[in-house]
């Protein structure tokens, strides 16, 4: 009997303090959810007109498993590609911390102009995804065998359509 008593005595602060962490973490999560908004808004963010405009590293990658996962001809979004035909769908990848499924401002599906990032900079389409160690990058979709290269401080923006995106693009 006091084997188990002593037991309940160990078990019962750790399940108390437990249920506190978890409730502490939860509503920590919100807070940072919230500021992670409300940072969106303010730093660069929606402009008045319904467009988002941020600055973003930007990288390439090709549709190999060596730098996707096992289906290197399937974008996260589901489209199927023809891997030599990378280069030509304009399509791009984007961190977790841009798409809305995890909190950002972008979908899949949206068209963005790509600035300050000479002869890449353009008009192109999210279909793709990058690994979670990424923030605030852009990956653009490329043939296998393309040059690699790398910008800083390029400038992406959203834009309701394609043609609202081509028609904005300075090129």
Known sequence: MKDYIYTIGAVLPM???????????????EEYRILQEQLWECQDG????????????????H?????????????????????WKASEYRYVAVSRDL??????????GDWIVIEGA???????????????KWTKRVDILKTPGSKQFKYTDITLTRYGS???AMASADY
């Open 15 to 29: 399940l108390i303090i437990t249920w506190y962490c978890s409730n502490l973490l939860d509503e920590r999560w």
């Open 162 to 164: 394609r043609s609202e």
């Open 118 to 132: 000479g002869k890449n900079s353009g008009v192109y389409q999210i279909r793709d995804t990058m690994n979670p």
């Open 46 to 61: 929606n402009l008045e007109d319904g467009t988002f405009r941020t600055h973003v590293t930007l990288t390439m990658y």
């Open 63 to 83: 549709p190999t498993k060596n730098q996707t996962d096992s289906t290197p001809n399937i974008t996260a979004d589901g489209t199927k590609i023809n891997i």
């Open 99 to 108: 798409l809305s499924r995890w909190g950002g401002p972008l979908e899949y």
